[in-house]
């Protein structure tokens, strides 16, 4: 049986990674991973976190089965976190998943099983993982631009572009931090891209994976509140990997936003039977961590102050780059690289570019020019931006002419 098995395609990203560990350069920098690290290098676990498990401990009530839909407690507290504690209980439904990806592919299946090979829109460039995702559960993937000539949203381009979504199609959008981009819509795109949606009947999948890390908490949930607010039906896949630091722990959910308790009903348990054969149910410690740090004033505030200062330090980082880069002599392209959000930076090089940035100067970046900003330690953003300097000195060099602000990047 094995023998007939096509040789299958690797994972780009651990690819890099694999390909880092191999390098014996000590000056070598990896940016290739979206987790969080400090100025010396580590991943910490937050210090709410760690109470929230020593509590957990002592506690130790039992390690039997939660139920298909996960932690209950968990569940309430993340729909109340992501929705506003006012929004009406018979206004969605919410389960716990295997993480963000998880989550995305059971509310994948779920649009399979409702209208089979239905049309989901997402961006082009988009998470490496969505159309993976959405292809495996039947679904049809089609692209739409996101940024303009000088990085930043394309609001006037996504609105047209959108515009040809049909009634019943899915229009997948990152709730803040765009990965891979950083690239974010103002309010005032979130409002019209609300209006849109009522207006021609498609149904937002909104990703929710960097909340709090970008404009601070409630900043970085108002735009999902935004849709929530306005359409009928809304999907929200929702990972505590990064603002939670619950990494390999694989904490997640999935919520269904209705306006009907039968429809609510109804997508619940389809969700239910999705996991059943998938994984049967959800590990249960990281939402227990998640369930007592929100269930606790002291512990949530502890968290949300940790949050803050993983927010402020990558901000710092990211202006700290763009600050370096522009004395460097590319004023443009730090000034694009500052408006950015989140965990991630795209540099403005092309993917032999990024393989010069590896080969020549041991910084390891994906393809596309995404790096994590939010892995790097503050004394070493200097180099980076030598780095990334001299690889643009030198593409100018070659072509004998000055490089457009961020030539290539418009689609």
């Known amino acids: 049986m094995l023998e007939l098995l096509p ?16 390098d014996r350069r000590p000056e070598r920098l990896n940016l290739v991973l979206g987790v969080y690290r400090d100025h010396t290098g580590r991943t910490p676990v937050m210090a709410a976190v760690r109470e929230a498990e020593i509590r957990l401990a002592e506690q130790a009530e039992s390690k039997e089965y939660r139920g298909l839909s996960g932690n209950t407690a968990f569940n309430r507290a993340m729909q109340g976190m992501v929705l506003g504690a006012e929004t009406p209980a018979d206004r969605a439904v919410t389960v716990q998943t295997v993480a963000g990806s998880g989550a995305l592919r059971l509310l994948a299946d779920l649009v399979g099983r409702t209208r089979p090979g239905t049309t989901v829109w997402i961006s082009d460039p988009a ?5 993976p995702i959405l292809e495996a559960a039947g679904l049809q993937v089609r692209p739409f631009g996101w940024r303009d000539a000088d990085g930043a949203f394309d609001a006037e381009g996504v609105l ?7 009634r019943d199609d899915v ?22 891209l609300a209006e849109l949606a009522v207006r021609e009947g498609w149904v937002p999948f909104v990703d929710l994976a960097y909340h709090g890390l970008g404009d601070g ?6 735009p999902t509140r935004i849709l929530a607010a306005r359409v009928p039906e809304m999907l929200i896949a929702v990972s505590c990997s990064k603002n939670f630091g619950l990494y390999s722990d694989r904490t997640g959910c999935a919520m269904v936003l209705g306006t009907s ?39 949530r505030a502890a ?31 730090a000034r694009a690289l500052d408006r950015q959000k989140g965990m991630f930076s795209m540099l403005p090089l092309s993917a032999g570019q990024m393989l010069e940035l590896r080969r020549s ?18 004394h070493r953003i200097p180099r980076l931006a030598q780095a990334v300097a001299a690889v643009l000195d030198a593409a100018q060099q070659d072509t004998g002419r000055a490089p457009q602000p961020l030539e290539g990047l418009a689609r």
């Open 7 to 22: 040789s299958p395609p690797t994972d780009p990203l651990w690819d890099l990674t694999a390909e880092f560990a191999a």
């Open 160 to 166: 047209r572009e959108l515009g040809a979504a049909r």
């Open 127 to 131: 998470y490496v993982n969505h159309r």
């Open 171 to 192: 229009v997948l959008l990152q709730g803040c931090c765009h990965n891979p981009t950083g690239a974010d819509p103002t309010l005032d795109a979130w409002e019209a």
């Open 217 to 222: 908490l409630e900043a970085d949930l108002l």
């Open 303 to 333: 968290w949300r102050a940790e949050l803050e200062a993983m927010r402020g330090r990558i901000t710092a980082n990211r202006a700290d780059l763009a600050t370096h880069l522009g004395a460097l002599g590319h004023g443009a392209r």
């Open 361 to 378: 100067h041991a910084v390891y970046g994906t393809t596309s020019g995404r790096i994590n900003i939010a892995g790097i330690a503050g």
């Open 261 to 299: 308790a039968r429809a609510l009903g109804h997508a619940e348990t389809a969700l239910q039977n999705a996991a059943r054969t998938l994984y049967s149910m959800p590990p249960e410690h990281g939402a227990a961590i998640v369930a007592t740090i929100l269930g606790d004033d002291g512990l």
